[in-house]
């Protein structure tokens, strides 16, 4: 296996307000209900789709043949700050511009698996103060045109007499831009004071909240639950996987609570983060039948929580599929849909009007693509802003001739090469 994978660079802001109001036609692209389309793109959003050949194209055009077109997937739980670090030699620097390239270059990772939206999460306070925070903002702006990045305020403690200073650095945050009030309840010595304390700024500053826990602590939950009822714009968990630990009457009743706050829960299926100290997975089933709306995340990128992180939403919905007994439909829902309305973004489907936030992956059916989905094509915006395309090659010799045949013509230049009947590629 060979993979060539090419990002591009972030453009200015006025080259990409440039580029959304050109206008992009897809051909023949493959539905997941099994259609064949065409799709044009105009101004970001989807202005008609069509039967293939049916749409004329007077600017710039894709084939996706042998591709399926997907609402682009979303990355709703990333660290922004501790991202790419888990081979560094010695102490992780937090100095603003090492954060802001590893933030700018994992964001661009997650583009290229099909995310064009991400929530990073940023540890503010202690010596680092608001540094990091700030280089996540730079990171933002530096992407402008290719993804959208959202930052989470995440102080350590916001109880006691330093909870103090953690509350001010918040209200400092959300004054500075981040978009999302966080943190880790768990970790303070008053957890139910820690996120009463979130939810009123939030509620102070109209702020989504998007809060670490294990959740394995049912009556800690509970509170949670009836703190965050009716509060808007809503309200996230995760990753959860205590719940699965809990007796299953105890876990129903929970996620019953959580279903009737609005309460959204996002599972780490490829494992933790620096968030929690525990592993494991949400029981996503149970959370889904109960109503909670269940979205996935990445997690840790390849810091030390998790030095093998990968940040692909396919691959979060895969783990979903196959071990959490989830339909390919319900696995990439909980990447896409889901994940979007956990982080407050428009709707997306491939129909007339919904924006153009779009990834094609090669294959046919979505269940293939979750599985082995090497070549994307991503769209952002209304405009292609990664592409990956991978080539698996067999070479000649003995130990081949077992293999699935994968012909080729005979090339003019090489008339010594068998043709399709001979020992030829497999």
């Given at each position: 296996?060979?993979?060539?994978?090419?990002?591009?660079q972030?453009?200015?802001?006025?080259?990409?307000?440039?580029?959304?109001?050109?206008?992009l036609?897809?051909?023949n692209?493959?539905?997941?209900?099994?259609?064949?389309?065409?799709?044009?793109?105009v101004?970001?959003?989807?202005?008609?789709?069509?039967?293939a050949?049916?749409?004329?194209?007077?600017?710039a055009?894709?084939?996706?043949?042998?591709?399926?077109?997907?609402?682009?997937p979303?990355?709703?739980?990333?660290?922004?700050?501790?991202a790419?670090?888990?081979?560094?030699?010695?102490?992780?620097?937090?100095?603003?511009?090492e954060?802001r390239?590893?933030?700018?270059?994992?964001?661009?990772?997650?583009?290229?698996?099909?995310?064009?939206?991400?929530?990073?999460?940023?540890?503010?306070?202690?010596?680092?103060g608001l540094?990091?925070?700030?280089?996540?903002?730079?990171?933002?702006?530096?992407?402008?045109?290719?993804?959208?990045?959202?930052?989470v305020?995440?102080?350590?403690?916001?109880?006691?007499?330093?909870?103090?200073?953690?509350?001010a650095?918040?209200?400092?945050?959300?004054?500075?831009?981040?978009?999302?009030?966080?943190?880790?309840?768990?970790?303070?010595?008053?957890?139910?004071?820690?996120?009463?304390?979130?939810?009123e700024?939030?509620?102070?500053?109209?702020?989504?909240?998007d809060?670490?826990?294990?959740?394995?602590?049912?009556?800690r939950?509970?509170?949670?639950?009836?703190?965050?009822g009716?509060?808007?714009?809503?309200?996230?968990?995760?990753?959860?996987?205590?719940?699965?630990?809990?007796?299953?009457?105890?876990?129903?009743?929970?996620?019953?609570?959580?279903?009737?706050a609005?309460?959204?829960?996002?599972?780490?299926?490829?494992?933790?983060c620096?968030?929690?100290?525990?592993?494991?997975?949400?029981?996503?089933?149970?959370?889904?039948?109960?109503?909670?709306?269940?979205?996935?995340?990445?997690?840790?990128?390849?810091?030390?929580?998790?030095?093998?992180?990968?940040?692909?939403?396919?691959?979060?919905?895969?783990?979903?599929?196959?071990?959490?007994?989830?339909?390919?439909?319900?696995?990439?829902a909980?990447?896409?849909?889901?994940?979007?309305?956990a982080m407050?973004?428009?709707?997306?489907?491939?129909e007339?009007?919904?924006?153009?936030?779009?990834?094609?992956?090669?294959?046919?059916?979505?269940?293939?693509a979750?599985?082995?989905?090497?070549?994307?094509?991503?769209?952002?915006?209304?405009?292609?802003?990664?592409?990956?395309?991978?080539?698996?090659?067999?070479?000649?010799?003995?130990?081949?001739?077992?293999?699935?045949?994968?012909?080729?013509?005979?090339?003019?230049?090489?008339?010594?090469r068998?043709?399709?009947?001979?020992?030829g590629?497999?």
């Amino acid at each position: 296996m060979s993979a060539d994978s090419k990002q591009p660079q972030p453009p200015d802001d006025g080259a990409a307000t440039t580029a959304e109001l050109g206008s992009l036609l897809l051909v023949n692209a493959r539905l997941a209900d099994g259609r064949t389309v065409d799709v044009r793109l105009v101004r970001g959003r989807i202005e008609a789709v069509g039967t293939a050949g049916s749409l004329p194209a007077p600017g710039a055009r894709v084939d996706l043949s042998g591709y399926l077109l997907l609402p682009a997937p979303a990355e709703p739980h990333a660290h922004a700050d501790t991202a790419l670090t888990a081979d560094t030699p010695g102490p992780v620097s937090y100095a603003p511009e090492e954060v802001r390239r590893r933030a700018t270059e994992a964001a661009l990772l997650q583009l290229g698996h099909g995310a064009t939206a991400v929530r990073a999460h940023v540890r503010i306070g202690d010596v680092h103060g608001l540094g990091p925070l700030e280089a996540a903002l730079q990171a933002r702006r530096s992407l402008r045109g290719l993804a959208d990045l959202t930052a989470v305020a995440v102080p350590r403690l916001l109880t006691g007499a330093a909870g103090a200073d953690g509350l001010a650095l918040l209200r400092d945050a959300v004054r500075m831009g981040a978009g999302v009030v966080g943190g880790c309840p768990d970790l303070d010595p008053d957890p139910t004071g820690y996120a009463e304390a979130v939810l009123e700024l939030a509620a102070e500053h109209g702020c989504p909240v998007d809060l670490h826990t294990d959740g394995d602590d049912p009556a800690r939950l509970a509170r949670l639950a009836v703190m965050a009822g009716g509060l808007r714009p809503g309200v996230s968990i995760g990753p959860c996987a205590g719940l699965a630990r809990l007796p299953a009457d105890v876990a129903a009743r929970v996620a019953d609570q959580l279903a009737a706050a609005g309460v959204t829960v996002v599972c780490l299926p490829q494992g933790g983060c620096g968030g929690t100290e525990r592993r494991g997975a949400a029981p996503v089933r149970l959370l889904r039948s109960a109503g909670v709306r269940v979205a996935a995340g990445g997690g840790a990128l390849r810091d030390l929580a998790n030095p093998v992180g990968r940040g692909d939403p396919l691959e979060a919905a895969y783990l979903l599929a196959s071990l959490g007994g989830l339909t390919p439909g319900e696995a990439y829902a909980a990447v896409s849909a889901e994940a979007r309305a956990a982080m407050g973004l428009p709707e997306v489907r491939v129909e007339a009007g919904f924006p153009a936030e779009l990834l094609a992956v090669r294959g046919e059916r979505l269940a293939g693509a979750l599985s082995l989905a090497y070549s994307r094509i991503v769209v952002h915006r209304g405009r292609v802003v990664a592409r990956t395309s991978a080539v698996r090659e067999y070479c000649d010799s003995a130990a081949a001739l077992d293999l699935p045949r994968q012909t080729r013509p005979e090339r003019p230049d090489r008339p010594d090469r068998p043709g399709p009947g001979g020992p030829g590629p497999r």
